[in-house]
Structures are given as C-alpha cells and as structure tokens.
C-alpha cells in the first residue's frame, strides 16, 4: 500500500540480551552494566521507519523525515542531526527533481523515507540510502556518502528509478544504460500511465553484505513487489555488468530479482538479515496500512526467509513470498510477528509513558545481530488510543528449535535469557495468552483478544484453549500442542511493562500455521480462574444472585444489589477443556449453575441444580472489554452466554441464556470472595 506522508511523534527503542548455551542461544552479557531494569531509562526520542546501525560502540537510529537518534546504552536515546537536515534539498536535488514530475507542488522535505545506513568496507565510508518519493511513482533511491556516521554527507548517485512513462521520462534516469535504449517496454505501462501492479515504487532500500561478502539491495512495495539488485562493492552503487532476465513473477531486466508480491498482494519496508548461525537469511515486511485509525490501518510485521540471499523467500507454512495473481491473499503469506494486543501490565505503565491500554499497527522494523550474536528487533508502534502517535519498540528475539526467530513479549528492560532454562515452579501458572492469528487487525477490529490460559503441572493446557505443552531440560526451548497446530519457542522471565516492571515469566512461540503465540503469566496458580467469586453485571453493577439464598433444585438466578452473603457466591471448578462448573454458595457449594434441560434456545431461563456434571452446567469464561468476561454455556456449543434478560438494570432482572453479541448486559466482572 502505498505510504501517505508521516507525522513524527514518540518513539522508543530498547535492545534485548542474550546469554550462550549449548542449543543455539546467544551468549554474553551486555557491555554496560545494568542491574536491573530500575537502573534503565526509557528516555523516548521521534523517529519513524527505524533503522538501526552500529558504530563505536554506539547504536544510531536513522528514519523518515530526517529523524536521527543515538545511544551508548541502548534504551536511553536522544536525537542529532546532519548537514542533511540543512542541505537536504542540495543533496538529494536529482531524486527531487524526477520526484517533482509528479506534483505541481512538490515539496522534497516531507518525501524522504525510510533511509537505510551502512558501513562499506571497501570505500571506507558510510552510505546512506535514501528513498526520495514522489507522487505517481517517481521515486528513486539515492546514495549519499560520509567519512563520519553522522556526516557531512555527499551526494554519490542514483542506484534505481521507478514511474517512468516515455522515452523522455526514461532518459534522464539510468534505463539506457540497462535497458540499451530509451524505450519504454510496454510492461511497465498500464493505458499510458506507470502499471504499478508490476512495477515496484522505487521506496525503502535495505543494503546488506550476504554470507560471500557482497552488497545487495532489497527494496520496493506494495504494488509491484520487493525487488533485490547487486551493487558494486567499491562504488556502492549499482553494479551494471550484473544483469537480469525478464521472467515472469521472478526478475526483470530493469528492477532485478523478485524477492515477494506483486500485484498489490503484499508489503513494504523490506528487511533482511543474515544468520550466520542459524543458516538463513531473514527476510521482514510490513502489511497493510500504517495508521491506527483510519480503515486502512492495521501494520504489521511479517517473516520469511531463505538460504541464499537472492531467495526463494518461504515461510513457517512452505507458502512463497511471491505472489503470482492479482487475486493473492496476502494474510495466507508470512509469519505473522505480532498484531494489535494489550497485555494486563500494560494497564499499569510508568504514568511517565503516553496513556495507553495496547499497541497498534506495529511495522516498518529493522533487525541485527549484535557482535556477541544477540538478536534484536526494532519497530515503531502506535497506541489504541485513537490518535497516531508512534514510539519505537526493540524486543529481544530468539531462534527456536525450527531456527525461526520469536519475538519476546516485552521491551528490552535490562533482562537477560537464562541459559540453562526454568523450572516447572517457574513455569506452571496462569497466564495472559495471545494468539497474533494470520489476518491483520484494524481500527474497525480493534484488539486481538486477551485469554486466559493455564500451563498445569502434568504438562496440560487448560482455559480459553486446550493443550499441551512441554519444556527441553536445560534450554529455554518449549513446544505447545494447541487445536492440532504444533508451536515452538522459548519461556523467557524478563521484566514486564507494569510501573513496577516486575519480572515476569512469558513464552513466544511460533506455529506451522504461520501464527505467533505469545504468553504473559497472571499468576503462579493453576487452573484458571479456579476460586471464590463475586460476579457483577457490566451493565447494571448487580450481583448474580440465587433467589432468597434457596437451596432446591429450579431456584431462579436473578441480579441483586451487593449484601454479601453465600447466596451471592460461586466457586469456580475446573470442568476441563476450559470450561467451569458455577457452584453456588446458597447451596453450600453442592448445587451449581444450570441452563434449564440443557436447551440451547436465547431466552432459556438460568437456574441453580444439584452438580451433576452435564453440559448444562458448563461455562466458558472468556476475556471481553475492561477486565470482564462473557459466560459462554457449553450446552449451546460456545455460542450464547449470560445475559440480564431485556438489558435490565433493576435489582430481581432475570437472567437467561442468549447469543453472544457483545453488549454489557451479557459481560461480567470476577470480584474475590471468601468462602
């Protein structure tokens, strides 16, 4: 899709540490000494489309719009210029002007994107490439180069163009010098304007040196795809006598190899990564729209990779980058990283950071591995809290036992991977569970939901999901079996984003279906949400209430204000397979919750009846808004729920079963109770 102009706001970035063990973890500890995550400020600097890169000892951010930042620390940044912000029209004065053909009223400024900074080794300088955008698809990618990583930065030249139309148009671009001629082959046209569904816009470059010591650049979008071209080592630019042959859905003579998409069908924002340990290169796109409150919104990171740098680019599933059709589904491609998601310590963050319950529309990341072989992300997110301030983010990330990279849970907060593993003690528990699925998520879907799981002592998962899950001794590795998808990652105890950033033990797991799982614990107790409750309506702030504190079978639940007594207490049991028995405190817990003869009909009435097992007497209770739960009944096959009958707020309102659909009549909060 393509990019709209991006306004700068917060950002943050933290990189994550590892330690070396005998199956594959990076090992080291960081060369600053940090303690404990009090001794880390988060000091939060602008810059969007991060690219991160390392010179002397110090870590540089460069993104759109000409935003710089640097650390020594690696979580407290603060921002610098170069003669770029000053010169930037000078510089970049060619780019802009192919740019300008586009507009009428073109303005350089706003249309520098997502620059990507490298060291080469053979001209001994920092290059720096700049994607200079315009409108209808002028776009280049330019080189600038320094002796300084901060600069003074000169202009070297043009690697790639994009937008072109006509023999005019071509030559004053480099096509002649590839192509032999000036004319324009009728592929790159659509009725007499750029065909963008095969050619790439010429936007956001990715300089790497593959495993043999040679740069290549990987670059594109949305339209046409991610394409890759050789530069010259000692020139930094393109390498003219490395040609390309017009294949379908795989190179072009002009643009190079197709890396992924085409057609409108995938992302933008490539990023590739050499792992020399894990035998791959890694390649990142970000999908769908960048915002977080517009119809179009949605960003998010998605993983491939491949053996050899020029591709074919697979992921978890098998399925290729490459699209061949207008029709592709792009959510059928890539491992999905992360999506919109809250988390429960995130309702409890620093009063420092910007108010908010989730992120959204994580994207347009970077990636590295640090000299001790530490594995890091780096993107900017936005929040749900309906505007589109972004900060950037840096998780730790970890290969599993497939040799995919998983992503942790939290931002870098001074923790580090235990090399030999963690006990059962440390891991059996309760947690938070979030599934980041296939689909993109937008402002009109809003969050991914937040389960609840349990990780139980005899190797089960019980809760919002079933399962299994399992842990190799003395690594951080884990497998999770859950709805027949098998997932596999690590447990990692890192400090969390709670005020208190108290350490906390997650998972991250990659499935085969190409979904991430992500888990934070709640708590140390199992089963659930096992326990002594008093359920409150959403709607009304009335109790469930066993009419009179009766003890016979058929006694109706009704809502009723707040008192206190057993009649107003349910113990929640285990049922398996996630669900619970509603035991009822009037009946000295030997009764329970029942949906009248099992009968799966809206409007069924809801009464207590002695415990004897059947599906009438199972619920579900499963995450909605504000810490509440809907009630599913199991004898409706998950379907219908709780509901205060005719959305009642009045002390004696009915409760019935109905369809779930959402409002606050059929949502509940779980309040401790003594027995």
Same mark, same amino acid.
């Given at each position: 899709?393509?990019?709209?102009?991006?306004? #700068?706001?917060?950002?943050?970035?933290?990189?994550?540490?590892?330690?070396?063990?005998?199956?594959?973890?990076?090992?080291?500890?960081?060369?600053?000494?940090?303690?404990?995550?009090?001794?880390?400020?988060?000091?939060?600097?602008?810059?969007?489309?991060?690219?991160?890169?390392?010179?002397?000892?110090?870590?540089?951010?460069?993104?759109? *719009?000409?935003?710089?930042?640097?650390?020594?620390?690696?979580?407290?940044?603060?921002?610098?210029?170069?003669?770029?912000?000053?010169?930037?029209?000078? #510089?970049?004065?060619?780019?802009?002007?192919?740019?300008?053909?586009?507009?009428?009223?073109?303005? =350089?400024?706003?249309?520098?994107?997502?620059?990507?900074?490298? $060291?080469?080794?053979?001209?001994?300088?920092?290059?720096?490439?700049?994607?200079?955008?315009?409108?209808?698809?002028?776009?280049?990618?330019?080189?600038?180069?320094?002796?300084?990583?901060?600069?003074?930065?000169?202009?070297?030249?043009? =690697?790639?163009?994009?937008?072109?139309?006509?023999?005019?148009?071509?030559?004053?671009?480099?096509?002649?010098?590839?192509?032999?001629?000036?004319?324009?082959?009728?592929? $790159?046209?659509?009725?007499?304007?750029?065909?963008?569904?095969?050619?790439?816009?010429?936007?956001?470059?990715?300089?790497?040196?593959?495993?043999?010591?040679?740069?290549?650049?990987?670059?594109?979008?949305?339209?046409?795809?991610?394409?890759?071209?050789?530069?010259?080592?000692?020139?930094?630019?393109?390498?003219?006598?490395?040609? $390309?042959? %017009?294949?379908?859905?795989?190179?072009?003579?002009?643009?190079?190899?197709?890396?992924?998409?085409? $057609?409108?069908?995938?992302?933008?924002?490539?990023?590739?990564?050499?792992?020399?340990?894990?035998?791959?290169?890694?390649?990142?796109?970000?999908?769908?729209?960048?915002?977080?409150?517009?119809?179009?919104?949605?960003? *998010?990171?998605?993983?491939?990779?491949?053996?050899?740098?020029?591709?074919?680019?697979?992921?978890?599933?098998?399925?290729?980058?490459?699209?061949?059709?207008?029709?592709?589904?792009?959510?059928?491609?890539?491992?999905?990283?992360?999506? /919109?998601?809250?988390?429960?310590?995130?309702?409890?963050?620093?009063?420092?950071?910007?108010?908010?319950?989730?992120?959204?529309?994580?994207?347009?990341?970077?990636?590295? #591995?640090?000299?001790?072989?530490?594995?890091?992300?780096?993107?900017?997110?936005?929040?749900?809290?309906?505007?589109?301030?972004?900060?950037?983010?840096?998780? &730790?990330?970890?290969?599993?036992?497939?040799?995919? @990279?998983?992503?942790?849970?939290?931002?870098?907060?001074?923790? &580090?991977?235990?090399?030999?593993?963690?006990?059962?003690?440390?891991?059996?528990?309760?947690?938070?569970?979030?599934? *980041?699925?296939?689909?993109?998520?937008?402002?009109?879907?809003?969050?991914?939901? %937040?389960?609840?799981?349990?990780?139980?002592?005899?190797?089960?998962?019980?809760?919002?999901?079933?399962?299994?899950?399992?842990?190799?001794?003395?690594?951080?590795?884990?497998?999770?079996?859950?709805?027949?998808?098998?997932?596999?990652?690590?447990?990692?105890?890192?400090?969390?984003?709670?005020?208190?950033?108290?350490?906390?033990?997650?998972?991250?797991?990659?499935?085969?279906?190409? &979904?991430?799982?992500?888990?934070?614990?709640?708590?140390?107790?199992?089963?659930?949400?096992?326990?002594?409750?008093?359920?409150?309506?959403?709607?009304?702030?009335?109790?469930?209430?066993?009419?009179?504190?009766?003890?016979?079978?058929?006694?109706?639940?009704?809502?009723?204000?707040?008192?206190?007594?057993?009649?107003?207490?349910?113990?929640?049991?285990?049922?398996?397979?996630?669900?619970?028995?509603?035991?009822?405190?009037?009946?000295?817990?030997?009764?329970?919750?029942?949906?009248?003869?099992?009968?799966?009909?809206?409007?069924? /009435?809801?009464?207590?009846?002695?415990?004897?097992?059947?599906?009438?007497?199972?619920?579900?209770?499963? @995450?909605?808004?504000?810490?509440?739960?809907?009630?599913?009944?199991?004898?409706?096959?998950?379907?219908?729920?709780?509901?205060?009958?005719?959305?009642?707020?009045?002390?004696?309102?009915?409760?019935?079963?109905?369809?779930?659909?959402?409002?606050?009549? &059929?949502?509940?909060?779980?309040?401790?109770?003594?027995?």
């Amino acid at each position: 899709m393509k990019k709209v102009f991006k306004r #700068i706001v917060w950002f943050v970035i933290t990189l994550v540490f590892l330690f070396q063990s005998p199956y594959g973890f990076p090992a080291g500890s960081r060369q600053a000494s940090v303690a404990n995550a009090a001794s880390l400020r988060t000091d939060r600097v602008s810059v969007h489309d991060p690219s991160v890169v390392k010179a002397g000892g110090k870590y540089y951010i460069f993104g759109s *719009h000409m935003a710089n930042a640097v650390t020594s620390d690696l979580t407290s940044w603060k921002t610098f210029t170069t003669n770029i912000n000053s010169d930037y029209a000078n #510089i970049f004065s060619k780019g802009g002007a192919w740019a300008a053909r586009g507009s009428s009223n073109y303005n =350089i400024s706003g249309n520098l994107w997502a620059p990507d900074v490298i $060291y080469n080794k053979d001209m001994k300088k920092w290059c720096m490439y700049m994607s200079v955008n315009g409108s209808n698809y002028y776009s280049s990618i330019a080189l600038a180069t320094a002796d300084s990583i901060t600069g003074p930065y000169t202009y070297a030249g043009t =690697i790639v163009y994009s937008g072109f139309r006509n023999s005019e148009e071509a030559g004053a671009t480099d096509y002649k010098t590839v192509m032999g001629s000036t004319g324009v082959a009728s592929r $790159y046209l659509s009725n007499g304007a750029w065909n963008s569904s095969y050619g790439p816009n010429a936007i956001d470059p990715c300089v790497l040196y593959d495993k043999n010591g040679q740069l290549w650049m990987s670059y594109g979008s949305w339209f046409g795809g991610i394409f890759m071209l050789k530069l010259d080592n000692k020139t930094g630019l393109r390498d003219y006598s490395h040609t $390309y042959s %017009t294949v379908t859905n795989s190179s072009d003579q002009y643009f190079g190899i197709r890396l992924s998409g085409g $057609y409108g069908c995938t992302g933008e924002g490539s990023y590739i990564v050499w792992d020399k340990e894990a035998g791959y290169y890694y390649m990142y796109l970000s999908y769908c729209g960048l915002n977080a409150t517009d119809d179009f919104s949605g960003y *998010h990171m998605r993983l491939f990779r491949s053996q050899n740098i020029t591709g074919p680019y697979k992921d978890a599933a098998g399925n290729d980058a490459v699209c061949t059709s207008k029709n592709a589904n792009q959510t059928t491609k890539g491992v999905k990283l992360m999506g /919109n998601y809250a988390l429960s310590s995130l309702k409890d963050a620093d009063s420092s950071e910007l108010s908010r319950d989730g992120y959204m529309s994580p994207g347009h990341n970077s990636a590295f #591995i640090d000299d001790n072989g530490q594995r890091y992300l780096v993107y900017h997110t936005r929040f749900n809290v309906g505007e589109e301030y972004h900060q950037v983010r840096v998780h &730790q990330q970890f290969l599993n036992q497939d040799k995919w @990279p998983v992503t942790a849970v939290y931002e870098y907060l001074g923790s &580090q991977l235990s090399a030999s593993g963690y006990s059962n003690n440390e891991i059996v528990g309760t947690y938070d569970f979030i599934n *980041h699925g296939n689909s993109a998520t937008t402002a009109k879907t809003g969050m991914l939901p %937040t389960y609840s799981v349990s990780l139980n002592a005899d190797g089960t998962i019980s809760g919002a999901f079933t399962g299994t899950w399992s842990a190799v001794p003395g690594t951080c590795y884990c497998t999770m079996k859950i709805d027949n998808v098998t997932y596999k990652g690590v447990f990692f105890k890192q400090y969390d984003e709670s005020s208190s950033h108290k350490e906390t033990m997650t998972f991250s797991l990659i499935g085969s279906n190409d &979904q991430a799982i992500w888990g934070s614990k709640t708590s140390d107790q199992t089963g659930g949400l096992e326990g002594y409750y008093y359920i409150k309506s959403s709607l009304s702030k009335l109790y469930l209430d066993v009419e009179n504190g009766k003890t016979e079978d058929g006694t109706n639940i009704r809502q009723f204000g707040y008192n206190g007594s057993h009649a107003q207490k349910f113990k929640l049991v285990s049922a398996g397979n996630g669900y619970y028995f509603l035991l009822t405190g009037a009946s000295g817990y030997k009764s329970c919750v029942d949906i009248k003869n099992g009968d799966p009909a809206d409007g069924t /009435n809801v009464m207590q009846w002695n415990y004897w097992g059947g599906d009438m007497q199972k619920f579900k209770f499963v @995450p909605a808004a504000n810490g509440t739960y809907a009630i599913m009944t199991n004898c409706s096959s998950g379907k219908s729920c709780l509901d205060v009958y005719n959305m009642s707020k009045e002390p004696g309102g009915n409760i019935v079963q109905w369809n779930y659909w959402g409002g606050d009549g &059929q949502h509940w909060y779980l309040e401790p109770a003594t027995p």
